[in-house]
């Protein structure tokens, strides 16, 4: 699986932005699809992954009510809306993936810089 991530940005605090990742392959549906991100100087932090099928989504508590992971199987994409915007959410945002068999992420893609201004 290759993965693509896009849409990253500068932003004011309180605004929105929708990040996208195109995945290559034909079993897309078979792979749990994450969000990660590494702010300056930081490990790089789970944020949010969504089941193959859709039903199930996890995020990390402090994007919580204010992040929605989706994914469309029929276009191989996976996306983040994110809403509220905070400084502290600056960060290169890279979209992940692994069979829902396994349970760590083995295909990364390339980031997406996401910057917010106080």
């Known amino acids: 699986v290759q993965l693509q991530a896009s849409g990253g940005g500068l932003v004011q605090a309180g605004g929105s932005l929708r990040l996208s990742c195109a995945a290559s392959?034909?079993?897309?549906?078979?792979?749990?699809l994450g969000w990660f991100r590494q702010a300056p100087g930081n490990e790089r932090e789970f944020v949010a992954e969504i089941s193959g099928s859709a039903d199930t989504t996890y995020y990390v508590d402090s994007v919580k009510g204010r992040f929605t992971i989706s994914r469309d199987n029929a276009k191989n994409m996976v996306y983040l809306q994110m809403n509220s915007l905070k400084p502290e959410d600056t960060a290169v945002y890279s979209c992940a993936a692994h069979l829902a068999s396994l349970s760590r992420y083995n295909y990364w893609g390339q980031g997406t810089l996401v910057t917010v201004s106080s």
């Open positions: 392959g034909r079993t897309f549906s078979s792979y749990v």
